[in-house]
């Protein structure tokens, strides 16, 4: 079973530029989480899909980012205007319905603003 | 509100030491715990678990004890090795919430010397 890709590996962009992280999760997996590490701090979540549904977007930070999951497959992150405080590690999760303890998480995605 | 608090590090030991990394928590329902670990260039790797007071999770030489009247769940091996360097983040979830988003301390960086 393949599990949880993330594309780039890293990303380096200019304050202002736009910049689109994207997640495929373990096939079968209807819920998919996204994280986000900035240097040296804790691991902090972002969101949650159901399926293609938004289920929980509490932790997004500001309407710069915008997250989707046409489809129900791979989901999209999307930072538009990049700002230098987004640099970090962006995580993406995934889990089965009904298994409620294990999150597969994929490699990351570190982005530099500069 | 809902948080972990663990031990800062970096952490330095030699091969065959003991290993402690404490970890305390705060939520606001009865969480799961969990210990993630993080190896060089790849993603975040579940380590082990415990659902209920009482449990131990344990994985690879690792153990970790479920403390409710502690509010802790430190995570301990009796002889590391240098294939354990890595980051190990301590988290929780509140499965009740349903959103099952984990809530992560900031890491600890573990590097075993020959």
């Known amino acids: 079973e393949a599990g949880v890709t993330q594309f780039p590996s890293h990303s380096v962009i200019e304050k202002g530029q736009t910049v689109t992280l994207r997640c495929d999760p373990i096939?079968?997996?209807?819920?998919l989480y996204w994280y986000r590490r900035v240097m040296g701090k804790e691991i902090k979540f972002l969101l949650h899909?159901?399926?293609?549904?938004?289920?929980?977007e509490s932790g997004m930070p500001n309407n710069r980012f915008l997250a989707e999951r046409t489809g129900g497959t791979y989901s999209t992150l999307k930072v538009q205007p990049a700002e230098l405080e987004d640099s970090g590690v962006y995580f993406c999760?995934?889990?089965?319905?009904?298994?409620?303890?294990?999150?597969?998480f994929g490699p990351g995605t570190r982005l530099t603003v500069l | 509100g809902n948080s972990v608090t663990q031990m800062e590090g970096p952490v330095t030991l030699s091969e065959e030491a003991f290993l402690t990394i404490n970890c305390t928590y705060t939520?606001?329902?009865?969480?799961?715990l969990f210990w993630y670990v993080q190896y060089p260039g790849e993603g975040l790797q579940l380590l082990l678990k415990?659902?209920?007071?009482?449990d131990k999770g344990s994985n690879k030489g690792f153990e970790a004890t479920y403390r409710k009247e502690t509010t802790s769940f430190h995570l301990e091996k009796g002889s590391v090795q240098v294939s354990d360097s890595a980051v190990y983040f301590c988290?929780?979830?509140?499965?009740?919430?349903?959103?099952?988003?984990?809530?992560f301390g900031t890491g600890t960086r573990l590097t075993v010397i020959p």
């Open positions: 415990a659902t209920k007071a009482d």
């Open positions: 988290a929780l979830s509140l499965v009740q919430t349903g959103a099952n988003n984990l809530f």
């Open positions: 999760a995934s889990r089965r319905e009904g298994s409620y303890n294990e999150q597969f």
């Open positions: 939520a606001t329902g009865y969480p799961s």
């Open positions: 096939s079968g997996h209807d819920n």
């Open positions: 899909f159901v399926k293609e549904s938004k289920q929980d």
